[in-house]
């Protein structure tokens, strides 16, 4: 493996993404890429997102894609009517209309299948990856799936945790406090500077962070 990577939510913001791996890291087959969640909901091209990354991984693209709370709502709303609400109040809608269906049990199979594939968390050397944060008063912190999806936090103690650099999205930072992090080498790292929240200036932008060789943020 040459080169590490990470990106954080994309949010149905195709364009970004390709411009992130095709213009600026300049992706080889020869790198990995550990994507945090978050893939649909909110942008317009939800479908059009989780499709390049299907095809990335087709291609022979060390492609690494973890679940998401978004991903975890679209598929709660289809084993669970009463939670079609929740997910459609939280940019549900925008999938749905990129899919051109009207409910998520008409989402093409193969696609469900790609969400209910998706691992919770990744580990590699000294890296954990994950969509949000852990429990961490919990004994074992990769059980519990909700926190991996919902919870976040600046710094863990827990034994399993707390020699490891954790990577995460899920809560946008400004783009000033991810270069923060990043300078004082925080233990925690959040890259999710709001790539769909085109409205704030101090977001709006898709963040990818490598890490090995060197650690270097790439903004879109």
Same mark, same amino acid.
């Given at each position: 493996?040459? *080169? %590490?990577?990470?990106? $954080? +939510?994309?949010?149905?913001?195709?364009?970004?993404? =390709?411009?992130?791996?095709?213009?600026? #890291?300049?992706?080889?087959?020869?790198? *990995? %890429?550990?994507?945090? $969640? +978050?893939?649909?909901?909110?942008?317009?091209?939800? =479908?059009?997102?989780?499709?390049?990354? #299907?095809?990335?991984?087709?291609?022979?693209?060390?492609?690494?894609?973890?679940?998401?709370?978004?991903?975890?709502?679209?598929?709660?709303?289809?084993?669970?009517?009463?939670?079609?609400?929740?997910?459609?109040?939280?940019?549900?809608?925008?999938?749905?209309?990129?899919?051109?269906?009207?409910?998520?049990?008409?989402?093409?199979?193969?696609?469900?299948?790609?969400?209910?594939?998706?691992?919770?968390?990744?580990?590699?050397?000294?890296?954990?990856?994950?969509?949000?944060?852990?429990?961490?008063?919990?004994?074992?912190?990769?059980?519990?799936?909700?926190?991996?999806?919902?919870?976040?936090?600046?710094?863990?103690?827990?034994?399993?945790?707390?020699?490891?650099?954790?990577?995460?999205?899920?809560?946008?930072?400004?783009?000033?406090?991810?270069?923060?992090?990043?300078?004082?080498?925080?233990?925690?790292?959040?890259?999710?500077?709001?790539?769909?929240?085109?409205?704030?200036?101090?977001?709006?932008?898709?963040?990818?962070?490598?890490?090995?060789?060197?650690?270097?943020?790439?903004?879109?």
């Amino acid at each position: 493996m040459k *080169r %590490l990577f990470a990106i $954080g +939510d994309i949010h149905g913001c195709l364009d970004p993404l =390709k411009e992130l791996i095709e213009k600026h #890291i300049q992706l080889t087959k020869g790198d *990995r %890429l550990i994507l945090l $969640g +978050d893939y649909i909901d909110r942008g317009s091209q939800s =479908k059009q997102v989780v499709d390049y990354i #299907i095809e990335l991984q087709k291609n022979n693209y060390d492609i690494i894609p973890l679940m998401g709370n978004h991903e975890a709502l679209l598929l709660d709303s289809i084993n669970n009517e009463d939670l079609q609400y929740k997910w459609l109040n939280n940019g549900g809608n925008k999938t749905l209309k990129s899919f051109q269906v009207e409910s998520a049990k008409d989402i093409p199979l193969q696609y469900i299948n790609f969400f209910n594939s998706l691992p919770y968390f990744y580990h590699f050397k000294n890296f954990i990856f994950v969509h949000a944060g852990f429990n961490d008063s919990h004994k074992n912190p990769f059980q519990d799936k909700y926190s991996m999806l919902w919870k976040s936090q600046k710094a863990y103690s827990n034994p399993l945790l707390s020699k490891k650099i954790i990577i995460h999205g899920h809560q946008p930072i400004s783009i000033e406090r991810c270069k923060k992090q990043i300078e004082n080498n925080n233990q925690v790292i959040n890259i999710d500077t709001g790539c769909v929240y085109s409205h704030n200036i101090n977001h709006s932008k898709l963040t990818s962070i490598e890490l090995i060789p060197n650690t270097r943020l790439y903004f879109v």
